[in-house]
């Protein structure tokens, strides 16, 4: 199976591979320096090779670490003994960053970390093509990196049957619960376009079959997990399912996706909580709506920037003893400091909460997934929602979705305020 490669990241892995092997060469009598240098260069390679694929093309969000979790056992797999040092000289070298922590924030058998190409590459590569030296290089995947990824060819008719048949067992076990059973869903209705997806790939074996093998899933149930839908359509990009998914024969759109979803979400769950007072809760509603995140760092478009997004995350979602101890003049602490002024009854919610995330999600779910893809059902539009997003045919205009949604919402500072226009 062959893949595309960046020559920027082939020439810097290559040249770490070679110092890395003759170092390691010239511990060991000289009989035996040929055999280890050639054996310690081909692992740096194949971690290196895997980490690009794994990071960059195998992955939701190449930006977040969320969702690059790779378990130690996975690189034992290359060498037991090298894999550690082999991490540690791609990161002293801003190849990859390193996020320590365990999946999903829950203790596991198996400790993972997390993983990102550093951004430093992808900053090289760019000016590589906007000074016109972009070049990228053909090569032939490892067959121990192929089987490691479990990205085997479904180029035959023979693996695709097979898929078939073993999704066929397993949607006959995987019905919807009860709780979500009466809802309209369309994610096993989806299709794709073999051209698109041959256009969108550009003749990389890798990302073919890394992405066919998903699409061959497509028409399994979705899964329901703590108040989420989970289906093969919630794997791609926004990109990808605009380019490549169909449903009812035409390509699909996405119309309307949350901004601040979980402040937007914690708003309305507020509402249950007597210990706020109305009045700053309906002030904090409106702040919401108006997105105060851009009071703490906005880009050139008007909108607030990567870095506020990733403070107010984190910031939802700390263990109580973070909140007294933010780095000084950090996003964070300004954060808190603007709660502590205007919120300080939501904000002491906030410090005592640890499953902010989980409230958020199950909010989610019961506006977007439930309301909203009702209501658009009354108007005779089948949608589908990936979390805090909204898709539809591309061929179907839906106005004023943004009002639905807040009506769907319905946040009692907008209740309050029209019971102040009669």
Known sequence: MKTVVSTYYLNKIDSLA????????????????????????????????????????????????????????????????????????????????????????????????????????????????????????????????????????????????????????????????????????????????????????????????????????????????????????????????????????????????????DMHMLAKYLEQNDDIPLKELIEFQNDVKNDFRKKFGVRKDGKCTSQVKKAFKVYLNLKKDRYDNFRYNSIASKIDEYFKENYPHIREYIKETDDIWQISMNEEFKIMSDRMVSELEKHGIKSLTCHDAIYVKESVQVPNIKKMFYQNLDLISDRTSKMLEL
Request: aromatic residues 16%; contains cysteine; positive net charge.
């Open 18 to 261: 070679f110092d890395f092997a003759n170092a390691r060469a010239q511990s060991f009598p000289k009989r035996f320096q040929k055999k280890v240098f050639n054996s310690a260069y081909q692992v740096f390679q194949n971690i290196s090779l895997y980490l690009y694929l794994r990071l960059n093309k195998a992955t939701l969000d190449k930006t977040n670490f969320k969702f690059n979790h790779i378990y130690s056992k996975d690189l034992k797999k290359f060498s037991c003994k090298l894999y550690h040092k082999i991490i540690q000289i791609l990161s002293e070298n801003n190849v990859i960053k390193v996020n320590n922590h365990y999946f999903h924030g829950e203790p596991t058998i198996s400790f993972s970390k997390s993983y990102l190409i550093h951004k430093d590459i992808f900053y090289s590569i760019d000016e590589s093509k906007r000074k016109l030296k972009y070049q990228l290089k053909e090569i032939e995947i490892p067959e121990k990196i192929i089987k490691i990824l479990n990205v085997k060819s479904v180029n035959n008719e023979d693996d695709s049957i097979d898929t078939q048949k073993k999704l066929n067992r397993f949607n006959r076990g995987n019905q919807p619960k009860d709780e979500v059973s009466k809802i309209r869903y369309y994610y096993n209705q989806l299709q794709y376009d073999e051209n698109k997806l041959n256009e969108y790939c550009d003749k990389d074996d890798f990302l073919y079959n890394y992405n066919k093998r998903r699409l061959l899933r497509l028409n399994q149930q979705p899964k329901f997990i703590k108040g989420r839908f989970y289906h093969p359509f919630h794997e791609f990009s926004k990109n990808f399912r605009e380019t490549v998914l169909t449903f009812e024969g035409e390509k699909i759109k996405e119309i309307f996706d949350i901004s601040a979803s």
